[in-house]
């Protein structure tokens, strides 16, 4: 069922793709994409390291979380994630969130990983457009028909805080899953953290 | 085949390509302003609900619950000849669309594709041609109907076959009856053909079994879920601008203070 979307060689890869592509360097604003090619390079054999560490895959999706949280712009994904419904939030509520959300999304991504043993990403190019660069690149899975992943890099925080994979919208998803988490909780905020730290 | 016959059939097809445009272009609602907010216009979402829960059921009944399937216990080597045979078969009808979108240049490669892949890819169990730089390029009647200018329509979750919009699902029923390979092959080799991309199906949705699953069961709303990634991703293999996301999101714009 659902097989257009499902099955489809390139989103399911590419899903798998999302975490590790999330660990874009900082400092790939200021690269030329020669230099993000190689960051990324780097980033791609310090992952696959992770995966075929052997770990626990407790350990590994620790080492994923910590990768989110120093290359992507989680307070900025976050609050994106949560929407209209983090204007109305306590400092104390935004603050359980972020923790239970980067979390959340380093497991759910870490989770894919292993799907992407023995691929690899090269970088086409990076272009400013407004206050982002986009960084393109494609993505080889072993068995797959090549597919496109796109960063966006803050040009201030010098973060990743977006990707389209295959036009799959990141920081949408994201922000549609959040939403019906709290439909689910009637719009409970801190039942909806709760359930967050469980979930991905 | 006797000559009179495949000229009817042909005609048959001519018939129901000119039906299923006309159906088409009178299927497919458009939304008035503001009906669509992010890109999603989904009018008939109840009965979509009830069609995916329905589908849910199926997914879970024959993937077989916990614990990898008899799919996934197949060699990589035999699933990869399977999806290779299942592309190959599908190329025929491929080509045709894209002469239909006068995408000649497209079409050509693809043609050049099937033949590489039917004949040095024995019978089209390996992918050649995507190693002498012809790599797998798709088409279907539901882009056809896009780049014939008709609009999207309203979001759909077919009983089995998944998501579309009105104007793939059109396309779709299209597909199932203009398969040049359905008319052109005798049986019973046209059943390798059908039986090999049900096979593709099964194996693929083995292959990416977990990551399916964490949209179709660990989701908190499957259903919003899917349309959203299927609605993008579509929207991207067309690419097709029209439908009024939010096309530039800015870094700087969100207080994320406290976050």
Same mark, same amino acid.
């Given at each position: 069922?659902?097989?257009?979307?499902?099955?489809?060689?390139?989103?399911?890869?590419?899903?798998?793709?999302?975490?590790?592509?999330?660990?874009?360097?900082?400092?790939?604003?200021?690269?030329?994409?020669?230099?993000?090619?190689?960051?990324?390079?780097?980033?791609?054999?310090?992952?696959?390291?992770?995966?075929?560490?052997?770990?626990?895959?407790?350990?590994?999706?620790?080492?994923?979380?910590?990768?989110?949280?120093?290359?992507?712009?989680?307070?900025?994904?976050?609050? =994106?994630?949560?929407?209209?419904?983090?204007?109305?939030?306590? %400092? $104390?509520?935004?603050?359980?969130?972020?923790? $239970?959300?980067?979390?959340?999304?380093?497991?759910?991504?870490? *989770?894919?990983?292993?799907?992407?043993?023995?691929?690899?990403?090269?970088?086409?190019?990076? *272009?400013?457009?407004?206050?982002?660069?986009?960084?393109?690149?494609?993505?080889?899975?072993?068995?797959?028909?090549?597919? !496109?992943?796109?960063?966006?890099?803050?040009? @201030?925080?010098?973060?990743?805080?977006?990707?389209?994979?295959?036009?799959?919208?990141?920081?949408?998803?994201?922000?549609?899953?959040?939403?019906?988490?709290?439909?689910?909780?009637?719009?409970?905020?801190? $039942?909806?953290?709760?359930?967050?730290?469980?979930?991905? | 085949?006797?000559?009179? @016959?495949?000229?009817?059939?042909?005609?048959?097809?001519?018939?129901?390509?000119?039906?299923?445009?006309?159906?088409?272009?009178?299927?497919?609602?458009?939304?008035?302003?503001?009906?669509? %907010?992010?890109?999603?216009?989904?009018?008939?979402?109840?009965?979509?609900?009830?069609?995916?829960?329905?589908?849910?059921?199926?997914?879970? $009944?024959?993937?077989?619950?916990?614990?990898?399937?008899?799919?996934?216990?197949?060699?990589?080597? &035999?699933?990869?000849?399977?999806?290779? #045979?299942?592309?190959?078969?599908?190329?025929?009808?491929?080509?045709?669309?894209?002469?239909?979108?006068?995408?000649?240049?497209?079409?050509?490669?693809?043609?050049?594709? #099937?033949?590489?892949?039917?004949?040095?890819?024995?019978?089209?169990?390996?992918?050649?041609?995507?190693?002498?730089?012809? %790599?797998? /390029?798709?088409?279907?009647?539901?882009?056809?109907?896009?780049?014939?200018?008709?609009?999207?329509?309203?979001?759909? !979750?077919?009983?089995?076959?998944?998501?579309?919009?009105?104007?793939?699902?059109?396309? @779709?029923?299209?597909?199932?009856?203009?398969?040049?390979?359905?008319?052109?092959?005798?049986? %019973?080799?046209?059943? =390798?053909?059908?039986?090999? *991309?049900?096979? /593709?199906?099964? &194996?693929?949705?083995?292959?990416?079994?977990?990551?399916?699953?964490?949209?179709? =069961?660990?989701?908190?709303?499957?259903?919003?879920?899917?349309?959203?990634? =299927?609605?993008?991703?579509?929207?991207?293999?067309?690419?097709?601008?029209?439908?009024?996301?939010?096309?530039?999101?800015?870094?700087?714009?969100?207080?994320?203070?406290?976050?």
């Amino acid at each position: 069922m659902a097989r257009h979307v499902l099955s489809r060689r390139g989103l399911l890869g590419s899903l798998a793709m999302a975490g590790l592509i999330s660990a874009l360097p900082a400092a790939v604003f200021a690269a030329t994409s020669a230099q993000a090619q190689t960051l990324v390079d780097k980033l791609v054999g310090e992952i696959n390291r992770v995966i075929d560490s052997g770990k626990s895959e407790s350990a590994m999706l620790g080492d994923f979380k910590r990768i989110f949280e120093s290359y992507g712009d989680m307070p900025y994904i976050a609050a =994106y994630a949560l929407g209209a419904d983090g204007r109305s939030a306590s %400092p $104390a509520q935004k603050k359980a969130f972020s923790a $239970a959300f980067s979390g959340y999304i380093s497991r759910k991504y870490g *989770k894919r990983f292993r799907e992407f043993v023995g691929g690899r990403l090269e970088v086409n190019g990076a *272009k400013k457009v407004k206050n982002a660069y986009q960084v393109s690149t494609t993505a080889y899975l072993r068995g797959e028909a090549p597919f !496109e992943v796109t960063f966006f890099v803050g040009e @201030k925080s010098g973060r990743f805080y977006n990707m389209y994979i295959e036009g799959v919208n990141m920081l949408l998803t994201e922000r549609t899953e959040i939403g019906a988490m709290l439909d689910k909780r009637r719009g409970d905020l801190n $039942a909806m953290i709760e359930d967050l730290k469980r979930a991905g | 085949m006797p000559f009179a @016959k495949r000229v009817s059939r042909v005609s048959g097809i001519r018939t129901i390509l000119v039906l299923m445009a006309g159906l088409a272009v009178s299927a497919c609602a458009v939304p008035g302003p503001g009906e669509a %907010p992010d890109g999603i216009y989904d009018p008939n979402e109840g009965a979509n609900r009830r069609v995916h829960a329905f589908n849910k059921r199926i997914d879970s $009944a024959l993937s077989g619950g916990e614990g990898p399937g008899l799919a996934a216990s197949v060699p990589e080597p &035999l699933a990869e000849g399977v999806a290779n #045979f299942a592309d190959t078969v599908s190329l025929p009808q491929t080509v045709m669309n894209q002469i239909l979108q006068a995408r000649l240049g497209r079409a050509a490669r693809n043609t050049l594709r #099937f033949s590489v892949n039917a004949t040095v890819g024995i019978a089209g169990l390996f992918d050649v041609a995507s190693q002498i730089g012809l %790599p797998e /390029d798709e088409s279907d009647f539901g882009e056809t109907l896009y780049v014939w200018g008709l609009p999207e329509g309203a979001y759909i !979750e077919l009983p089995v076959l998944g998501p579309a919009t009105e104007r793939d699902a059109v396309g @779709k029923v299209v597909d199932l009856f203009t398969d040049p390979v359905s008319y052109l092959v005798p049986t %019973p080799d046209r059943y =390798y053909a059908t039986g090999a *991309k049900l096979a /593709d199906k099964a &194996l693929s949705r083995a292959r990416y079994g977990e990551t399916v699953d964490s949209v179709l =069961y660990d989701s908190a709303d499957s259903y919003a879920q899917l349309r959203m990634i =299927y609605l993008q991703k579509r929207r991207f293999e067309l690419g097709d601008e029209s439908a009024g996301e939010e096309d530039y999101i800015d870094p700087e714009a969100l207080d994320t203070e406290g976050f």
